[in-house]
């Protein structure tokens, strides 16, 4: 159980070549996810059904955020790797146990509390579907006992360097998802039910995939009783932790909250309309962001454990590096295009020019924040690799009544797209408070990260404009000439074309302008074509 580090982790072609794999992973999982939305979108559109399913999965989720992989993992994995540093096969054993009893007692407390007031909190959402949104919040709820487990054992496997489980395991929720969204629907009162099913079932499956692979690097734990549990001195470090992160996600999840049940107010549709356009913004913000973020949190915490301050900034610029490369000009294109792919993915009986014009506008609010998101979840573990939960805390309390404020005063006069442009707003307002507080460490080189991630930032803007301007007189004329085809056709063609255009100019400009980031991921690329 040892936990061996190689010496070539500092570089940033390792950096891109540890989260490599993991993106492509999670590239899988969030086509998927979004297959799925495009079932949901095909079998519900933006209807009242619809808005139900999407408000009774998203109140488990919000407590899956508080107890998995939003505080428990960024608390379990410094402090587990500090068992692992030790390496006292004994004290690991204990540590698990301890860990894995008090989880389970307290999320299937959860569990049964949420399934029990189910009734007395779906009216602050004001859905017409009452009733079938009571159901399938509680016949959803036990999700959230199966993905704290898949989040812990995630934590173990990303303690030690391995990624592939916890990538592949959201790659099979999806897919149940979707099997069970087309092969239960006859069989069900309708198909979010066969949905909801398919979240279960998929759920349990995350958590089974990645235990064998805990068992098999010979990690082992039991049950052991909750107040041998409560008195670990791991698992009250953990806790000590977990306190003030648990306060800062229940202020950014409340940001959920509070924003569905200003949209499910405003109108029915709004609530699935922005559940569709944050489903495309974290197709780009899952593959990279959350790969690299989980990619780094170890390494991070064992730079700072063992005083490596140095490689420290060094992974934390590059890795703020990779991020704008790939949103900033991912932004300037999903802008243009934002339109024809929301047609391509979504339009259908179901999901008429009402949905389109919905998800249209709240897509344009959403995806100028997705830098800032993506950021924030490279510099939250920047935090947490220090054992300081409670900077990014104060930073999500503080963005969080931001957001509020700005949503409350633009929900009405602009419905989802006044939500949607709350979010960003506030999320830019979020990067800047993490990197004030980041900047109270003198041993963080945050002036140098600053300095490097705008001068980088504005250079892939312009890089950015450059190549989006061929794309608008492209798809005008093609949709032009296409219309009438069929949706693959009319949209397929004139999406893929301008992405080619596109891509090929960025290309270009990255590599006549000697990019180091561009060049190091396109040796990485050469290396292992010839190897």
Not at 206 to 224: L, N, S, Y
Not at 247 to 276: C, K, R
Not at 348 to 374: K, N, Q, W
Not at 434 to 458: C, D, E, H
């Amino acid at each position: 159980m040892r936990d061996s580090t190689p010496a070539g982790k500092d570089s940033p072609r390792a950096l891109v070549r540890h989260g490599s794999t993991l993106s492509l992973l999670t590239l899988g999982s969030r086509i998927l996810g979004l297959v799925r939305e495009m079932a949901k979108a095909s079998l519900l559109g933006t209807s009242a059904l619809s808005d139900a399913f999407s408000v009774a999965f998203m109140i488990p989720n919000l407590f899956r955020r508080l107890f998995a992989e939003g505080s428990i993992s960024v608390a379990f994995i410094p402090t587990f790797k500090e068992y692992l540093l030790e390496d006292d096969p004994g004290a690991i054993k204990e540590f698990l146990s301890c860990i894995f009893t008090f989880l389970s007692f307290f999320v299937s407390l959860a569990v049964a509390l949420g399934i029990l007031i189910a009734p007395l909190v779906v009216p602050f959402f004001g859905m017409a579907e009452f009733d079938e949104t009571v159901l399938l919040t509680r016949l959803m709820f036990p999700f959230l006992a199966f993905i704290s487990l898949a989040a812990l054992f995630q934590g173990i496997l990303n303690s030690v360097h391995i990624f592939a489980p916890s990538g592949l395991a959201p790659i099979v929720l999806n897919l149940i998802t979707i099997l069970c969204a087309y092969g239960l629907s006859p069989f069900t009162k309708n198909p979010a039910r066969a949905m909801a099913w398919g979240i279960l079932i998929g759920g349990f499956l995350e958590a089974a995939i990645q235990f064998p692979f805990v068992w098999k690097k010979g990690f082992r734990f039991f049950f052991t009783g909750l107040k041998r549990a409560a008195g670990n001195p791991g698992t009250r470090k953990v806790l000590r932790l977990v306190g003030p992160t648990i306060i800062g996600m229940a202020a950014y999840q409340l940001n959920d909250l509070v924003s569905t049940a200003l949209a499910g107010n405003a109108g029915e549709g709004v609530v699935s309309s922005l559940q569709y356009s944050l489903r495309l913004q974290e197709l780009i913000l899952g593959v990279f962001a959350v790969s690299l973020g989980t990619v780094l949190l170890p390494d991070l915490a064992e730079d700072a454990k063992t005083g490596q301050w140095a490689r420290y900034n060094d992974r934390l610029v590059t890795a703020i590096d990779i991020i704008a490369l790939i949103t900033v000009p991912i932004t300037f294109f999903a802008l243009a295009q934002g339109e024809v792919l929301i047609r391509l993915l979504f339009r259908s009986r179901s999901f008429d020019e009402t949905s389109v014009a919905l998800t249209y506008s709240a897509f344009r609010c959403h995806m100028p924040g997705l830098f800032f998101i993506a950021v924030n979840r490279i510099l939250a573990p920047a935090f947490y690799a220090q054992s300081d939960s409670r900077s990014p805390t104060l930073a999500g309390i503080l963005s969080f009544a931001v957001n509020m404020a700005l949503a409350a005063v633009l929900a009405g006069p602009f419905q989802g797209a006044g939500i949607a442009l709350a979010l960003t707003l506030a999320s830019g307002v979020n990067t800047a408070l993490l990197l004030a507080f980041l900047g109270r460490n003198p041993r963080i080189a945050v002036g140098k990260a600053l300095k490097s991630a705008l001068v980088y930032t504005l250079k892939l803007a312009l890089f950015s404009v450059i190549a989006v301007l061929p794309v608008v007189f492209l798809k005008t004329a093609l949709v032009s000439r296409l219309a009438g085809k069929g949706r693959f056709i009319a949209y397929g063609v004139p999406f893929a074309v301008t992405a080619l255009v596109f891509a090929a100019l960025g290309i270009l400009l990255l590599a006549l302008s000697r990019d180091r980031q561009f060049l190091a991921l396109a040796g990485m690329l050469r290396k292992r074509r010839t190897g």
